[in-house]
């Protein structure tokens, strides 16, 4: 099966630095097989037999641990569970000069359409969505200070997402299908 593991919060404002290149050798060690990072932010894609996500989690999150000693959470997500969400993305949505769009998986625990009802939505300024496993969120760069995307950091929510770009999203799900051929 073809995964990806998202690690939430490295390579951040110089914080929780993990060099891709000694990240990849973390997962190859503890058997995962056509390791492949993109860009600096923790998105790894992997092949490894079928096991639940919430188990893979924990032995990508203990292997980091040891190797890096650094407590970081890993939402994993399926080649099937990211096709679901890359359909459900609008084919309008960018990440450009003009649009913010971004992908926020969610932990599992809060993995449910009733997440929405937690979030600062702007009916007139916010286009926000709920998929199995994200919340898809678009926003025009020129309305960005009056969007309720801005509520969302530091509240309990934020602490249980990681948020890709939509740009970065698809071009996750193009990788993870170029391991699928």
Do not use: C
């Not at 040891?66 to 959470?73: S, T, Y």
């Not at 099937?80 to 609008?90: F, K, L, M, W």
């Not at 801005?150 to 996750?172: A, D, E, H």
């Amino acid at each position: 099966m073809i995964y990806i593991a998202l690690l939430r919060g490295i390579n951040v404002g110089g914080k929780n630095k993990i060099d891709m290149k000694l990240l990849k050798q973390t997962l190859e060690k503890i058997g995962m097989n056509d390791v492949v990072t993109y860009i600096n932010t923790g998105n790894i894609i992997f092949s490894y037999k079928v096991i639940s996500k919430t188990e893979l989690s924990r032995i990508l999150e203990k292997a980091i641990h040891n190797d890096f000693k650094l407590q970081i959470k890993v939402v994993v997500r399926s080649v099937d569970d990211i096709r679901e969400i890359i359909n459900a993305i609008p084919a309008t949505w960018k990440n450009d000069k003009n649009m913010t769009s971004d992908v926020m998986f969610l932990w599992d625990e809060i993995d449910d359409e009733s997440v929405l009802e937690n979030l600062v939505i702007k009916p007139n300024i916010d286009s926000v969505k709920y998929v199995p496993g994200a919340i898809l969120w678009s926003v025009d760069k020129k309305n960005i200070t009056k969007s309720g995307k801005s509520k969302l950091i530091g509240s309990k929510i934020y602490k249980q997402v990681t948020i890709r770009n939509v740009n970065t999203s698809r071009k996750i799900y193009e990788l993870m299908q170029a391991q699928k051929s």
